[in-house]
């Protein structure tokens, strides 16, 4: 292989044949946001109880974590999104345990023959310091996806006090998924 970028010249040589055929990789994105209010509550991520002065406000039990992994499983196999098989306005769905609506989108990936291979979530929230939770939303998400623990991140940022998340008005999740097909 050879690369130019501008005057300098990159080469480089595989010991393994690179063929189209061999695997396939895909990358998933996802994202969910979901309004907060005062209360003396919780809520939670990956299905850990977070502690909290803020509740969420959702129609489902308002899990963004596993809302944003579920939207990025289904991107890698060109399946819209989770308002598709779980809409906000459905008694169906009211008070839904989210750990269903991931479960759901996993194995849409797996079923067309994709094994998950990382994940990295970023969660975006001013009202809470999470560094907490890390290490038990790590292990929830390792567990439910057979990962090792090294091939899930868990990131945590605030938005500075600017807008809604900014103002404890609400909570953002991002995800990156990572898989493979033989």
Known sequence: VR????????SFTSALPLR??????????GYDIHR????DSSFLLAGV????????IAHSDGDALYHSLANALLSIVGAGDIGTYFPDNSEKTKNMDSREI???AKEEC????????????DIILEAVRLSPYR??????????????KEDVNVAFNTKEGLGA??????????????VKKD
């Open 135 to 148: 290490e038990k939303i790590q292990n929830s998400l390792s567990s439910l996806f057979s990962l090792e």
């Open 110 to 121: 797996e079923k067309r023959g994709y094994e998950i291979i990382s994940i990295c979530v």
């Open 102 to 104: 991931v479960l759901f």
């Open 3 to 10: 690369i130019i970028l501008s005057k300098m010249e990159i």
């Open 36 to 39: 907060l209010e005062k209360g």
């Open 20 to 29: 189209k055929s061999d695997m396939k990789i895909k990358v998933g994105y």
């Open 165 to 178: 998340v900014g103002q404890n008005e609400a909570i953002e999740v991002t995800s990156l998924v990572t």
């Open 49 to 56: 109880k977070v502690s909290s002065p803020y509740q969420v």
